[in-house]
């Protein structure tokens, strides 16, 4: 309804407005964390699945030596690994190689190093810039 009222012009002020908002923020917080470049997603992914090589079957269940049956999913082909017996002490160790320790997650200082040279300054402020301009 908004929209309807006031001219185009207005709302590209208004946009223009809240980009610069945003890019003052940016640089605020670049200089906070002492010139280190703001990451995005700002929660680090951990490495993906490898999807396993040559195509196999691709019916569902999936039998190997010594393990139970894997899931291979039908359109992707890749495995999921056999959950375990319904026992508290085998899920529990079963989900304990799948959780991230509090050792495996690095401080902020060593995921992203400062931004010490010239070049990589003026690089962070034109990608902060880039919405803006």
Known sequence: MCAKRHSEKLRWRVIVALELVKAICRFIILRVTGGRMGISP???EREGVVPPE??????????HEGQGKEWQMPRTGMRLPALPPASGASITNFLSHRVISADEIKSAHRLMRRLTS????????????????
């Open 42 to 44: 700002s929660v680090a």
């Open 118 to 133: 010239l070049q990589g300054q003026i690089a962070e402020a034109m990608w902060i810039l880039r919405p803006v301009v």
């Open 54 to 63: 040559g195509g196999g079957e691709t019916d569902g269940d999936v039998e």
